[in-house]
């Protein structure tokens, strides 16, 4: 049925209101998974003619929407008045397939009518019919088996003859009652009388005529053959059957009166529909080229819908700001997702007690629970810059450090985690540094909250590190990466961060906004890690811009899992 | 975090001055406090207050007090800090008590002008102090009484559990301790702070009335403060001295910002604290932090003078004396998150002003760069993207059903352990769960489908230092009638030779991909992923009625060779 709209729709590509754009998008591929052609070339042409004659306007309308496939047929009746389906076939004008389709749009055209319709049945041997074409019907075979003084009983007949049940059952049963066979003691069967076999014989006969000619006309039979044949024909809901009886429809066309001027416009023209849609390479080695006339399409219509190789939106998005931060000079860093609480917080000089390490703030993982150490000399120093300052200048949070929360295994919280591990490892100084990291939060999943989330964060160490320094790149990245003009610089806090500051925006399309927030690490984060310079840490929250790029308002389309969402997606930076 | 309503005329009149909203944003960003609501009818402020060791700003009064500092130019000195008086109000505190919730501190409010917005404000800094300071009352929590029904001495002792009994807060009969915990709202939520003690935490004056069941619940008798109240009594317990010695620092300067009168209360110990066995309360616990200009002009930048410096700090509350070249603060007895001396350049830049703070371009050159991995990486989706691949971005929290049963994969896994939902409970070990998550949504987008996912996963791996690997991983999937073997093999035969990386595929036998259509990708005899069909049970399970041909690689390990 869709295909048949299909048909019809791809002829007329802007008129498929009322057939959905999936549906139409699934057949268009099954089509092309069927014939091997592409719909482009089985549907957006149309005639064009040079020389209209004397039309009026509805019939040149009519002329023009001509598809090849309908003047071929028009042309059929060159020389006929009526012409029968099967003749159209059977003469290989048309074939079967695209006679239904061109028929179909004279039909309605009123180009061509039906005058006559008529229904050939003819009658072929189902799969059974076949294999007792070539064995025999059970009644058969047990007969001959018999008459050869072969003894079995009637548990024996199945696997003995490779019969199921059923059509044991039933070839007992006709043999029985038809007084052939009788049944002894012990199962055993008996040849009864030689009489009365004519009926299984005269069945196996016209199974071997009908297995000859593969398929026969129904009409041409005796009366008999149809008897039998309506005896043992698969019907609806039977399984097993001996012969198909399958019917032919065989219409009649004829012209319309409308078809008639039509045909003869066509005749003078020259038009017979075999014009050339398709340039071959054929054509341009042998030269024929040069007699054929080439359709001309009606390239105003609207091609059909391709997917294309594609990077997924949202990673356009952070590989423009990816290339960004390298372009400023900043080095990626990486880290692993599951995280011990020391790195994602003991490190960053979160005290064990802080809220944000909450059992509702921060994802821990079941097993294993903990890791297996803490880095030398990494775990000592934070424990004692968290218990008196350590050797930091700072009095510390003077609380019983616990190592064994430390070890605890958790699912990243915060992007800075990376930094911390990059101040541990060395960094180059001056250094600038970027992330790009996977993040777990507790959170319910809403318009605002995904279950895990990108943040973009990273640090610049250096001796010119300082609060002027700090502004002076946050105002950079607010340029660069959020492409903002005005600035406002807000107090903030951080756990880790003194001086601390908020940056805000005035994004062009959603006014002022918190673009990310910055400060300079505190020396309890920065000293026990082995760094001597004073180091800028800074995170953006671009999420919101990102919804504006790809023009969404729910943060979980970000991750979404619609193809065809995906797949149209643009993005405007 | 913490978020107070209050009143935009309360807050007026402990500013002494009316404010228009854009002043309001401004000075509330001194306390780097944040508007969130403002409802003009009912006159109400909703504001966030971000740092965490602010609790003194958890007020309208610490809030008015930070602005109206900034206004006057001078610091607000408490007098009743450091108070020597005679005959104080005492609270005895027993020697057992040390056990179970060792320290208190109090003082007495006298002439109350209490109207109800006032009482909504006390009772609202009680609650802030108690649930987020005090860690919903475990560290910290505040109890307030009628002043005038209470004999001193007070004494804080502990108690078993079945032998006392008073009416609490809410009740109109006498409960004992274990009752309380068994069945009042309070007990319920709170018991488990004490109830793992034999005994415990009681307050009972000198006529031997209960206060209070600290931290649960007041007695009702005294422990309920009603707009008539004139004369209060306000305590802390606690398990951190500190703590409680700030709560009532807070608290007792709130009120005495209220006109309130003030009167310390002795506390007198059996034991020794880290202040001595007799404190008098609100007690300040200042220690003069000595800085030299250098180190501020150092982290803010730019040439400071001491005088400056004095100026702007006294301005944000602190007292300063100059040196040479130094300044010694001492900051105010409110407030306790002066750690290092970068705390108090912090106040002094929030003082002066971040505006005024001309930026700077760090200028040092440094070379950017990709990690080996994210190079690698991109060389590959760029492969994917020009083979006609669409790439895909998925989340990296899945069901245990999505990455285990569906696939037919009994693998260890690495689960949360404290659900939120159990759709998001387990982090994804592979991509091609992504991938058939995305094919389930999307039958009707029209094939082929073709799409990748290069994204991190994570490995069960117990003998790792955190228990797992994480990994980046490629996933590829192709789906359409007459998808094949052959033709997702052609795709990964082609992205090998561009790489310039030879391997070979290996028979597997694998639960997601269908028998003999599967191979493990061996590249120099390491197996690095896998290639087959689809698993039609696997496709069932996810309810996915395209068949569909699919590859999987690690990448990190691949980079490397």
């Known amino acids: ?573 | 975090m913490a978020t107070v309503d209050i009143k935009k005329k309360d807050l007026e009149r402990l500013f002494q001055k009316r404010l228009t909203r854009s002043h309001l944003e401004e000075y509330l960003s001194l306390a780097k406090a944040e508007l969130k609501e403002y409802n003009i009818e009912t006159d109400s402020l909703k504001i966030e207050l971000s740092d965490s060791n602010r609790p003194d700003l958890w007020s309208v009064e610490g809030i008015a007090r930070q602005m109206r500092t900034h206004l006057s130019g001078n610091p607000v000195n408490y007098p009743f800090f450091g108070m020597r008086k005679k005959h104080l109000r005492e609270i005895k505190v027993s020697s057992e008590i040390k056990q179970v919730r060792p320290y208190i501190a109090a003082c007495a409010v006298l002439g109350l002008r209490m109207n109800e917005d006032f009482l909504v404000q006390i009772i609202q800094s009680q609650d802030k102090l108690s649930e987020i300071f005090g860690r919903k009352r475990r560290m910290v929590s505040v109890g307030i009484y009628e002043l005038d029904r209470i004999l001193f001495p007070v004494n804080y002792m502990l108690a078993e559990p079945d032998r006392v009994s008073f009416i609490p807060l809410g009740m109109d009969k006498r409960m004992n301790l274990k009752e309380v915990l068994e069945r009042h709202p309070k007990g319920i939520t709170y018991g488990s702070i004490v109830s793992n003690f034999k005994k415990y935490p009681l307050l009972i004056d000198s006529n031997a009335q209960v206060l209070s069941f600290p931290p649960i619940i007041n007695s009702r008798e005294i422990g309920e403060v009603k707009t008539e109240t004139k004369n209060i009594f306000v305590e802390v317990t606690g398990i951190d001295l500190r703590m409680v010695n700030l709560a009532i620092n807070i608290l007792s300067v709130n009120l005495h910002d209220r006109g309130a009168k003030i009167e310390p209360v002795l506390i007198s110990y059996l034991y020794q604290t880290e202040f001595g066995k007799k404190i008098t309360t609100p007690f300040s616990m200042v220690e003069p932090v000595k800085i030299s200009t250098r180190e501020f002009t150092k982290t803010l930048g730019e040439e400071v003078s001491p005088l400056e410096i004095r100026k702007c700090l006294v301005r944000y509350g602190h007292n300063v004396s100059v040196g040479r070249s130094s300044i010694t603060v001492s900051y105010p007895p409110y407030r306790d998150d002066i750690m290092h001396p970068v705390d108090i350049i912090e106040d002094m830049a929030i003082s002066k002003g971040y505006s005024s703070f001309k930026p700077e371009m760090p200028h040092q050159s440094t070379v950017g760069g990709l990690s080996e991995t994210e190079l690698f990486s991109d060389l590959v989706r760029d492969y994917l993207v020009g083979a006609g691949f669409q790439e895909i971005v998925s989340n990296i929290l899945g069901s245990p059903e999505e990455f285990r049963e569906r696939m037919c994969i009994d693998e260890k896994l690495i689960e949360i352990e404290n659900v939120m939902s159990r759709s998001y409970s387990v982090v994804r070990n592979r991509i091609l769960p992504s991938l058939l998550k995305v094919e389930t949504a999307s039958s009707k987008s029209f094939y082929p489908h073709r799409v990748f996912e290069v994204g991190e996963v994570v490995i069960y791996d117990p003998l790792q230092n955190l228990g797992s690997q994480t990994r980046l991983n490629l996933g590829a999937l192709i789906s359409h009638p007459a998808v094949s073997f052959s033709e997702i093999h052609s795709y990964l035969d082609l992205l090998f030779f561009y790489l310039g990386i030879s391997y070979r595929l290996e028979p597997e036998e694998h639960p997601a991909f269908m028998p003999g259509r599967c191979g493990n990708i061996i590249v120099e005899e390491k197996a690095l992923g896998l290639i087959g069909e689809v698993n039609p049970a696997v496709l069932d399970h996810w309810q996915i009625t395209m068949p569909c041909s699919a590859f999987e690689i690690n990448l990190d390990t691949l980079s490397t060779f």
């Open chain 1, 1 to 573: 049925m869709v295909s048949q709209r299909l048909l019809r729709w791809q002829r007329h590509p802007r008129d498929y209101s009322n057939i959905g754009r999936t549906a139409v998008s699934a057949v268009l591929n099954g089509l092309n998974l069927l014939t091997g052609e592409t719909p482009v070339l089985l549907s957006f042409y149309t005639v064009n003619f040079l020389n209209r004659g004397t039309l009026h306007p509805e019939q040149e309308k009519i002329l023009e929407s001509l598809h090849p496939l309908e003047i071929k047929l028009l042309h059929s009746f060159r020389d006929k008045e009526t012409l029968a389906s099967k003749e159209i076939i059977d003469k290989g004008l048309i074939d079967e397939s695209r006679l239904d389709m061109a028929s179909n749009w004279l039909l309605k055209k009123g180009l061509i009518e039906i005058s006559g319709e008529e229904v050939t049945s003819s009658v072929s041997l189902t799969e059974t019919g076949g294999d007792y074409c070539k064995n025999n019907i059970p009644e058969i075979r047990i007969l001959s088996a018999l008459r050869e003084g072969r003894s079995f009983t009637v548990k024996d007949i199945n696997h003995t003859f490779h019969l199921d049940l059923l059509e044991v059952s039933s070839a007992l049963g006709a043999l029985k009652e038809s007084g052939v066979i009788m049944i002894t003691h012990g199962g055993f069967l008996e040849l009864k009388s030689d009489k009365g076999t004519e009926e299984f014989e005269s069945l196996q006969d016209l199974i071997g005529l009908i297995g000859e000619k593969e398929s026969l006309n129904l009409g041409d039979l005796s009366d008999e053959h149809k008897s039998i044949i309506e005896a043992h024909h698969r019907k609806r809901g039977k399984s097993k059957g001996i012969f198909r009886i399958s019917e032919k429809r065989n219409r009649i066309f004829s012209l319309t009166e409308n078809g008639r001027s039509i045909l003869s416009v066509l005749l003078k023209q020259g038009e017979t529909g075999e014009d050339v849609s398709q340039l071959t390479p054929d054509m341009l080695k042998e030269g024929t080229w040069k007699n054929k006339t080439f359709r001309k399409y009606n390239i105003s219509l609207s091609p059909p819908r391709i997917s294309i190789g594609k990077k997924h939106p949202y990673r356009e998005f952070l590989d423009f700001v990816k290339y960004k931060f390298i372009a400023m000079g900043f080095e990626e860093m990486r880290g692993p997702l599951i995280e011990n609480e020391f790195w994602n917080m003991d490190a960053l000089y979160m005290p064990q007690f802080h809220p944000a390490r909450d059992i509702h703030d921060v994802y821990f993982t079941k097993e294993p629970s903990q890791c297996r150490e803490i880095e030398s000399p990494f775990g000592k120093r934070v424990a004692e810059t968290h218990i008196h300052g350590g050797k930091t200048g700072s009095k510390g949070w003077g609380y019983p450090f616990d190592i064994n929360r430390a070890r605890r295994l958790i699912l990243r919280s915060q992007g800075t985690t990376i930094s911390a591990r990059t101040l541990a490892s060395g960094p180059k100084i001056p250094g600038k540094y970027f992330s790009i990291a996977r993040c777990f939060r507790y959170d319910t999943v809403d318009a605002t909250h995904a279950p895990d989330f990108y943040q973009i964060e990273g640090i610049v160490l250096g001796e010119e590190i300082n609060f002027r320094t700090l502004l002076g790149l946050l105002k950079l990245l607010g340029e660069e990466i959020a492409m903002v003009k005005e600035f406002q610089f807000l107090p903030a806090y951080f756990p880790f961060t003194e001086p601390s500051v908020e940056l805000h925006g005035k994004h062009a399309k959603l006014g002022w906004m918190e673009l990310g927030g910055a400060g300079i690490f505190r020396p309890e984060v920065t000293i026990p890690l082995g760094v001597k310079v004073p180091v800028i840490a800074w995170g953006l929250g671009l999420d919101r811009m990102a919804m504006v790029a790809l023009d969404i308002n729910d943060i979980r389309d970000l991750f979404s899992r619609d193809l065809d969402f995906i797949r149209t997606k643009k993005i405007r930076l």
